[in-house]
């Protein structure tokens, strides 16, 4: 089992900032990846972004050149460092860890992001 701790939310305004922190601890296994997904309220859950151990990156259309992934494989920890933020990137922001090819599947409890115009 896997556990992951989301950190890092909260409310901010337009054109500010966050940074979302993801520990990951428990049955790890050095192939996976980590990654962000978000929900916003009447919407489905969407990728924002992927990231391997290699450091190999996913990223949807709608955050490329203002969020940037990151991890630290060391402390099986992922970021994700959110600039220029707009309202529609408000959302409920999940970590993602995924393991053997996809048959294991963890999420966070999720953390709220709230951008106000």
Partial sequence: ?????????????AGGSLRLSCAASGSIFTDNVMGWYRQ???KQRELVATITRGG???QSDSVKGRFAISRE???NTVYLQMNSL???????????????????????????????S
């Fill in 1 to 13: 089992q896997v556990q992951l701790v989301e950190s890092g939310g909260g409310l901010v305004q």
């Fill in 40 to 42: 916003a309220p009447g």
């Fill in 56 to 58: 190999r990156i996913n």
């Fill in 73 to 75: 494989n060391a402390k």
């Fill in 86 to 116: 707009k309202p529609e990137d408000t959302a409920v922001y999940y970590c993602n860890l995924k393991q053997k090819g996809g048959l294991n599947d963890y999420w966070g409890q999720g953390t709220q992001v709230t951008v106000s």
